[in-house]
């Protein structure tokens, strides 16, 4: 078991690209999540995928994010046209079937200049 | 809808004294507890849950919190901290939607202590 990993781990971009950021959670969780932590604040729920199945997305995810998971394995979450607002840490999380505590990877920290 | 609310934002405290870090949640269903831990420019880690059973549960390094259905409350405490359990704490709760859960986070508390 080596843990929920993510990369990059560090992201620094301009305002109007596109970022994409992975996630790989423990190989036998099916449940993953993806969080946004903004500075002084506490995680905030993105999505979460059950396998390949992507079954919520809070509505802080505006249009131009979107986020994959093809093979119900690694998942990928895409922001296009960064603004400055989307700078924050971007955490996943994954957990089995029957549990209730989710374990997180280390995050991806977006600055947008 | 479920909710957590930390009291207090920063919490300054000597080394080895003891501390508190409190937290309060609103839930209309069955309640499940979690605190987290993040170092600076980490991820969170579970320190510990309360899922059911006995109301204090504890940590492997020192710290216990205490269910507490009548205050709606879930208080973490260390009887004596080290300038190492310097970090931000986070509770959270568990939420049921549409046949899946997810974990509701208050804005976390940061523990400072000091030599």
């Known amino acids: 078991d080596t843990g929920v990993s993510q990369d990059p781990r560090h992201k620094i971009t301009k305002r109007g690209q596109n970022v994409t950021f992975r996630c790989d959670p423990i190989?036998?969780?099916?449940?993953l999540y993806w969080y946004r932590q903004t500075l002084g604040q506490g995680p905030e729920f993105l999505t979460y995928f059950q396998n390949e199945a992507q079954l919520e997305k809070s509505r802080l995810l505006s249009d131009r994010f979107s986020a994959e998971r093809p093979k119900g394995s690694f998942s990928t979450l895409e922001i296009q046209r960064t603004e400055q607002g989307d700078s924050a840490m971007y955490l996943c999380?994954?957990?089995?079937?029957?549990?209730?505590?989710?374990?997180f990877g280390p995050g991806t920290r977006l600055t947008v200049t | 809808a479920q909710s957590v609310t930390q009291l207090d934002s920063q919490v300054p405290v000597f080394e080895e004294a003891p501390v508190e870090l409190r937290c309060n949640y609103s839930?209309?269903?069955?309640?499940?507890l979690f605190w987290y831990v993040q170092y600076p420019n980490q991820g969170l880690q579970l320190l510990l849950k309360y899922l059911s059973g006995s109301t204090l549960v504890e940590s492997i390094n020192g710290f216990e919190a205490e269910f507490n259905k009548s205050q709606t409350s879930f208080h973490l405490r260390k009887p004596s901290v080290h300038i190492s359990d310097t970090a931000e704490y986070f509770c959270?709760?568990?939420?049921?939607?549409?046949?899946?859960?997810?974990?509701?986070f208050g804005a976390g508390t940061r523990l400072a202590v000091h030599p």
């Open positions: 839930s209309s269903v069955s309640v499940y």
């Open positions: 190989s036998e969780h099916n449940r």
């Open positions: 959270a709760v568990v939420m049921f939607s549409g046949g899946y859960n997810k974990l509701i």
């Open positions: 999380a994954s957990k089995g079937g029957d549990s209730y505590e989710q374990y």
